[in-house]
């Protein structure tokens, strides 16, 4: 998807509903990090598919080991940025590199309907996910996700501030 928020939608309500087996932040990171990519295709004009390297599976599996040690890395200042909206959560190095493998695959997944230069099964050609579903379908869905997200958030807060007072 071009536009990257797009993969919150799903992510974050997954992460909602499942907030005790996803961590919250490195889902929605790995949700949208494979869009480094195009952005660095168009970014520096490069005569390349926009989805040519990373958006596969086996790729996309180092992308999201690589993000998991960053991410368990810098735990601490995610965790106190995540405080602030009252997402904070103690995660083990496990549940950071499945989450960040979820993210990543499931950008894939999202994606692979859409276009013709993704090749999922890297290094095999083709995407048998092209045309499954059609772009209206797939961005419907993603928009229609974000904001039973942002009411998800909103029970939650409420819900987690109403325990601790």
């Not at 103690?90 to 090749?119: A, E, M, N, Q």
Request: net charge neutral; charged share 10%; hydrophobic share 50%.
């Amino acid at each position: 998807m071009p536009i990257t928020p797009y993969h919150w939608g799903p992510l974050s309500v997954l992460g909602l509903l499942l907030f005790n087996i996803f961590d919250f932040p490195t889902l929605l990171i790995s949700g949208i990090i494979l869009d480094i990519e195009p952005f660095i295709i168009i970014g520096f004009g490069l005569n390349r598919p926009f989805h040519g390297t990373f958006h596969n599976f086996l790729f996309g599996f180092v992308i999201a080991i690589f993000t998991a040690i960053i991410l368990y890395k810098w735990q601490a200042p995610i965790k106190k940025i995540m405080a602030i909206f009252k997402l904070e959560q103690d995660s083990s190095f496990g549940k950071i590199l499945w989450t960040s493998i979820f993210g990543v695959y499931s950008h894939i997944l999202l994606d692979s309907p859409l276009y013709t230069d993704i090749r999922p099964f890297y290094p095999l050609n083709g995407n048998p996910f092209y045309h499954v579903f059609s772009l209206h379908h797939v961005y419907l869905f993603c928009s229609v996700l974000f904001p039973i997200a942002i009411v998800l958030y909103v029970v939650r807060v409420k819900i987690w501030n109403s325990e601790t007072d």
